[in-house]
Every structure is written in C-alpha cells, then in structure tokens.
C-alpha cells in the first residue's frame, strides 16, 4: 500500500515535471532478469527520456535494478518480485511497457513453438497491464510476436481498455538486421543504409523491401541470399548459442530503439518506424496485424503507412507473408478466446 501511495506520489511529481520538460516518462520492463531484459533495463538507464524505471520479473529484478542503478544518469530504478504486489507497483504510473519475458528458442525451433510456453506469460503480463496501467504503451517484444500481440490487444479489449494506437510489435530487429546485413554486401556504413521492413516477425513474414533501400539493383541470387538472411537472421544467432537461447542483446539495443522512437515522438518530435500493429492495410483479408512505416506521436501510432510502390517479387513475398501472418494471428486470438 505504501509502496504504491509513494509510486503514484513519484507519477504526480513527474507529471508535474512533465509539464516543463516534455520528456519525463516511467518505463517498465516486464521480464527484466532474463537474457533480453538485462540489456534492455541498462539501455533504458543510459536514455535520458527514461525518469524513472521499473524492473519487474518473477525473479532476480530487486538485482538487476541494483546493479544498473549505479548507472550515473538521473532516473529512479526499482526492481520488483511477485509478493507485496510487486507487479502492480511496477505498473502503476507506468507510460511505456516493454515485455520480453518468455522463453527463448531452441535451435530447430521456429517462434511458433515458443506459444505453448509464452502465450499465458503474455496473457496474464497484459491483464495486469490492463488493470493497472491501463494507458500506457505496451511493447511486446516476447516470441512469436505475431500471436503475442494478438493475445494483449483481446486482453485489452476483454477488460474495456484497448486502444489500437498504445499497441506495438517491436519488429526493430529485422529493420537493423536489414541495414547490417546490405552494408556488408554493398560496403557502407549500416546506419546510411534505412530498409522498410514490412509484415510480422518470424520467417517469411519478414519482407524486407530492398526495392524502397538503398540498393534496389540488388537482384538474383545476391538479393535472394540477403532476404533468405534477414528472414532467418534469429536462426544464425539460435544456432550459434546452440542451446543457450536466441538474441538479446541485438533484440534489447533494438527494443531500446523503438522505445526510444516512441518517447522522442510522445515528447513532440514524429518519428517514424516500422512496427507491427493494428492495422487497416489487409483487414479486408482477415489480417488485423501487420507491421509497415508507422509515425508515431503523442497518441502512439498516428499515421500507418501503405507499402508504397513495391516489385513484382516483394509482391510475392507479401503474399506468403499474410497466409502465415493469417494463422498465428488467429491463434493468439483464440488462445484468449479460450483460456480467458
Ligand atoms: C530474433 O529475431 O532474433 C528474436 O525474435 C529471437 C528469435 O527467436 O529468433
């Protein structure tokens, strides 16, 4: 009780704050022990939009906050367990969630196969969310995104409180792996070279559009290679940690990017990014989600950008991402349908 009289009194003084500087934000990451967290929570200490910072994880977090604590930027860090309602306090105040709790692959895994395991994290993550902080932005960055997604914005809608614009799939990963992956092939700095990456977040869902980069002659086996690449880029590192999981710390600097995208815009400044969210561009084929260029701004995502002009290849690669994109949005909603 005390604990979260003192979170919300924090809330009000950094509302107040706020009014002067529009960059003061509590940022809370659910999941913050684990392989992806760690990173994530000492990023988010380094970015100085981030005035306070809750690390809420089954375990370890009280640790974590501890040790990133020492960090010298001005933000507040605090870690939370389960008991004294922990979670509640992390969220209560929150403005921007980020959720990377869940297991990770194992090699031969696909993302698909982590559901069993990650849907009911996610489920019960975005019922608290919904209840305590029920406006913040929520970021999901547990596997597979394409359902995980799906599976917060039923939770949402279930308890009265979705609001579409608040929602993201943190697709980042792709768009920096796209970058990297060109500039070793063409010899640039990856930073100079921007990809649109378009669909969802898992194999072939991941279309990149090399036709809208930098290097639209890449053609043939050279650009059949790099697509092959960037789709199956989470299966090089799988398979590199043979058994000890899949990236985090590639995913956290790109979660951290995103989040960062997001409080630059929230502060008045557009940025835009592609991600994966509610989207209007195939509803009329049963796709709710799918991730394209999105500006974001104060209300979160403000203008979702069509595909634009793309080949006639991109074209066939977008086909066969919304059959999949199709299944695994259809199962995180049914998992919520069905395990309320
Ligand atoms: C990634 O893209 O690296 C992550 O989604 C983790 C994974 O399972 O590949």
């Known amino acids: 009780m005390v604990a979260i009289a003192r979170s919300l ?8 704050f706020s009014s002067s500087s529009a960059t003061a934000y509590k940022v809370a990451v ?8 760690q990173p994530l929570s000492l990023l988010l200490k380094l970015n100085d939009k981030v005035t306070d910072l809750a690390l809420y994880d089954l375990r370890g977090a009280p640790g974590v906050a501890a040790d990133v604590s020492h960090v010298p930027t001005n933000s507040t860090v605090a870690g939370y367990l389960p008991d004294n309602d922990g979670l509640k306090t992390a969220l209560t105040g929150t403005d921007v969630i980020l959720i990377p709790a869940g297991i990770p692959r194992k090699p031969g895994m696909t993302r698909d196969d982590l559901f069993n395991t990650n849907a009911s994290i996610v489920r019960d993550l975005a019922k608290a969310a919904a209840e305590y902080a029920p406006k913040a932005f929520v970021l999901v960055i547990a596997n597979p995104v394409n359902s995980t997604v799906p599976i917060v914005s039923e939770v949402f809608k279930s308890k009265g409180v979705y609001d579409p614009k608040r929602l993201f799939g943190v697709t980042t990963l792709d768009v920096l792996r796209s970058s990297r992956f060109i500039s070793q092939i063409v010899g640039t700095d990856p930073k100079a070279e921007p990809v649109p990456v378009v669909g969802g977040h898992s194999g072939v869902t991941i279309v990149p559009l090399l036709s809208q980069s930098n290097h639209p002659e890449l053609e043939g086996e050279t650009r059949d290679a790099l697509v092959h690449r960037i789709q199956f880029g989470g299966d090089e590192v799988v398979k590199a940690k043979d058994g000890a999981g899949s990236a985090t710390l590639s995913m956290a600097q790109a979660a951290a990017r995103f989040a960062d995208s997001l409080l630059t815009s929230l502060s008045g400044t557009p940025v835009t990014e592609p991600t994966f969210v509610d989207s209007p561009l195939f509803k009329d084929e049963g796709i709710e989600f799918f991730a394209s260029k999105v500006t974001l701004g104060p209300s979160g995502a403000e203008t979702i950008h069509p595909l634009g002009e793309i080949s006639e290849y991109e074209a066939t690669l977008v086909e066969a991402a919304k059959v999949d994109l199709k299944k695994n949005i259809a199962k995180g909603i049914k998992f919520v349908a069905e395990n309320p």
């Open 30 to 37: 659910l999941g913050a022990a684990g392989g992806i967290g």
């Open 9 to 16: 009194f924090a809330s009000a003084q950094r509302r107040a």
